[in-house]
């Protein structure tokens, strides 16, 4: 990758397609090395692996996610309401009233991403995804506008 500056940086279709190389490494997990950008730059995008898992219901409340299939499959539930929802706490023990998480949706509307497809989900809408293989997913988290 090219040296990252304050304003930007290059990420080449040649360091995507080597991420998209590397076996799965099993269950949810972000990807190098947009994860560890993500943490120390606060980008608003990284890439997600799922193989064979599924992903809790969740909402954010202020912001959307805006999804991209890179490979394989995966099978996104959107709308509908939370089954139970809770607050999320996060790993040092303090709650993020702007997530909401639940082991399901009720109402919901169920599609197929492949390779390609585009998903948008709002702030503010339950949405939960799954995986029977392995999936990798571009996620760009949108600030809503209020």
Known sequence: MNEKSLKGFVFKKEEI???LSAQPIG???MLEPLKGLSLEHGLPFKILEDHETVNEAEIHRTEGD???ALQGEVV???GGE???PRVKVRKDGIADENELLAKEIAGGTEVVLKPGDWLWIPA???HQHSCATTARLMIIKIPSVT
């Open 17 to 19: 397609e080597k991420i």
């Open 124 to 126: 503010g809408t339950p």
């Open 76 to 78: 996104f539930t959107h």
């Open 66 to 68: 805006l999804w991209c």
């Open 82 to 84: 939370l089954v139970n």
């Open 27 to 29: 269950g949810k997990q």
